[in-house]
């Protein structure tokens, strides 16, 4: 009642300014009790310098019984008590034991026992022949007695422990060729081969005299029957990277010790499928007495050469039958079968419309054309092999090779590049590439493009503080998952080199456009093992793998893997969702890895969580429990 005893009418103003100050107060009260909670369950670092991992000052020893505290962090979250999540992984999480110490240079789809129940026929043998469900390890592939961490680079290109590969196979083999010495406890990498005899410098050298390879046109190439890849090992100074490849056969661990010395490579061989490269993807190819019958098969492997060549890109051939009247006797072949052989591969180079550039020497070097314009006229005269009809010229995993030449896309004029040029190095690690400024990725445009170099940028300023980047720790580093390349790219700065890996199954294509950007990298299925040997590895990346196949394989087994081709004392990031993670590293725990939960580096709000893990470091014993 008013004052006057008549009744007291309330305005609706008032009845709205109350109920808006409940819905503020409740709000408030719930704002409150979230960061009460949060703050009472993470835990206050003493510093500033706590919130970062603490490197120790010892991290690239040498000595083996000492694994590094890169990893540590104060700022480890704990979430195994309230996130569960059911994932494909039968494996289960006990404790894996070591393998037998016979299985110390496994290489699961490259094993030759397997590999024995295959045809010979075009050396499929010698292809990618994964083993069964039945036939998966589940234990760790144990590293030999004596065991230590690599030399550092660019130390590493010129020496090995003996005790990490312990074959002198090559250094008696080849000893004459200069491949590799045995020096008391270590191998020396001279820098020979067998038609360098002088080294891979000099060699290099008289290549470049020939083509350019110092103005940075010349970025990416391919080195086929590799050896312990002493030719990509030396034009890294020249800013050119090589994947170098060779098969697991008699020249026991030659790709073993190319990665060994930090050098890429991967175990291949050019049988009868693709190569696991795009089109397009090399600025040139090289062959030094390679042993790959480049005339048999009505040409088919040169024929994949072209494929994996950019337009403008040399092809380089030295060894049989070049300067065949100079070297038939030490090549115990007659003087007609090595003349017929050159006259096939000359043919054979007319008919997928390259030009030969030069021959001098130990050298000859042709070049492809920079579109097929004039290929056009070409096959009026040669018919065969004919120009492909298949609409994915990138399609390589488990892909058939193919008796036609793979079209290069359209142009205006004789003068452009079929599919765009690139930028010289080292611009063209940041220049867009042009599968992606012409729309040939869908979804992916420049503007992704440049926003995803910096997220990189920025992410790899947050690993600094988590992992020893700058202290030559890392010199073999994996993406697993590369999209764009964007790590690799914010890496250049650094003495590492980066193997982009591309998932088979991938939504969006991209490796392709990595191959532009000057950066190698490969095709790969993540529920088979990947083709290179155990410990060749330093830092592994991991962005979202797992949210990709967790519903299609068996993690534990991705994880396995991981440990198989990561060195004692190695890193591994992932980054993925908090489920994700706990279960990953309910995983690598059973390991033996060192693993710690931390937050997005934009802070605990951002759902998706980086996993640190480090492999710890340990051996086969002759007296150890093995199955």
Request: aromatic letters at 10%.
């Amino acid at each position: 009642m008013g004052k006057d005893g008549s009744p007291k009418h309330h305005s609706p103003f008032d009845s709205k300014r109350n109920r808006l100050t409940w819905i503020l107060g409740v709000s408030g009260l719930c704002i409150l009790s979230y960061i009460m909670g949060a703050w009472r369950n993470t835990p206050s670092p003493n510093s500033q310098s706590e919130i970062y991992s603490k490197v120790d000052c010892n991290v690239a020893s040498n000595s083996p019984g000492m694994a590094s505290s890169a990893v540590q962090s104060s700022t480890n979250l704990d979430f195994a008590s309230h996130h569960q999540i059911d994932i494909n992984n039968s494996g289960g999480t006990q404790e894996f034991p070591p393998c037998n110490i016979s299985l110390s240079e496994y290489t699961p789809c490259q094993d030759r026992d397997r590999g024995r129940r295959y045809d010979r026929n075009m050396l499929k043998y010698r292809e990618r022949h994964c083993p069964s469900k039945e036939e998966q390890l589940y234990c760790l592939i144990p590293a030999p007695p004596k065991y230590k961490p690599p030399f550092k680079w660019p130390q590493s290109r010129d020496y090995a422990w003996y005790n990490n590969i312990p074959h002198k196979e090559l250094s008696i083999e080849k000893a004459i060729q200069n491949w590799i010495q045995v020096e008391g406890d270590r191998f020396r990498f001279p820098g020979g081969g067998t038609m360098f005899p002088r080294g891979a410098d000099a060699y290099i050298d008289d290549i470049n005299e020939l083509i350019p390879l110092t103005t940075g046109t010349i970025r990416t190439a391919i080195d086929t029957g590799c050896g312990v890849a002493s030719w990509g090992a030396y034009l890294l100074k020249r800013d050119i990277i090589a994947m170098s490849f060779a098969p697991r056969d008699t020249h026991e661990a030659q790709v073993q010790f190319a990665l060994e010395r930090g050098v890429p490579a991967m175990i291949g061989v050019m049988a009868s499928q693709r190569t696991p490269y795009p089109a397009r993807a090399f600025d040139m190819a090289h062959c030094s007495r390679c042993l790959i019958p480049w005339e048999k098969n009505d040409g088919l492997y040169l024929i994949e050469v072209d494929r994996i060549l950019r337009p403008g890109g040399y092809w380089i051939l030295s060894g049989p039958p070049i300067r065949w009247k100079t070297y038939w006797r030490g090549w115990e072949r007659t003087q007609e079968d090595l003349k017929q052989e050159q006259d096939n591969i000359e043919d054979m180079a007319k008919r997928v419309c390259w030009t030969k550039v030069i021959e001098k020497g130990d050298l000859s070097i042709w070049q492809k054309p920079r579109n097929h314009v004039g290929c056009a006229q070409t096959k009026q005269i040669y018919k065969t092999p004919h120009i492909c009809q298949s609409d994915n010229a990138d399609r390589a995993w488990y892909q058939e090779l193919e008796k036609c030449i793979t079209p290069l896309p359209e142009v205006r004029s004789p003068e452009q590049v079929a599919g765009g040029a690139v930028e010289k190095w080292p611009q063209r690690a940041f220049a867009v590439p042009p599968r992606i400024s012409s729309g040939s990725i869908p979804n992916v445009n420049e503007e992704k493009f440049q926003k995803d170099n910096e997220i990189w940028k920025e992410r790899i300023v947050h690993y600094k503080h988590l992992v020893p980047l700058t202290q030559g720790k890392y010199r073999n580093v994996m993406d697993m998952n590369a999209y764009l390349g964007g790590f690799a790219a914010a890496l250049t700065k650094y003495p590492v080199w980066v193997m982009n890996v591309v998932p088979s199954n991938s939504n969006h294509d991209t490796l392709g456009a990595i191959f532009e950007r000057g950066f190698i990298g490969t095709y790969q299925d993540w529920c088979e093992a990947f083709s290179t040997y155990p410990r060749t590895y330093d830092l592994i990346h991991a962005a979202n793998v797992f949210s990709i196949y967790q519903d299609r394989c068996n993690i534990t087994l991705i994880l396995l893997e991981m440990d198989r081709i990561l060195r004692p004392e190695g890193t591994a990031i992932f980054r993925d969702t908090v489920e994700l993670l706990v279960k990953i590293k309910s995983i690598t725990d059973a390991m033996r890895w060192k693993s710690s939960i931390m937050d997005h580096e934009s802070g605990p709000f951002n759902p998706e969580k980086i996993l640190v893990a480090e492999k710890t470091y340990w051996t086969a014993e002759v007296k150890e429990k093995t199955i």
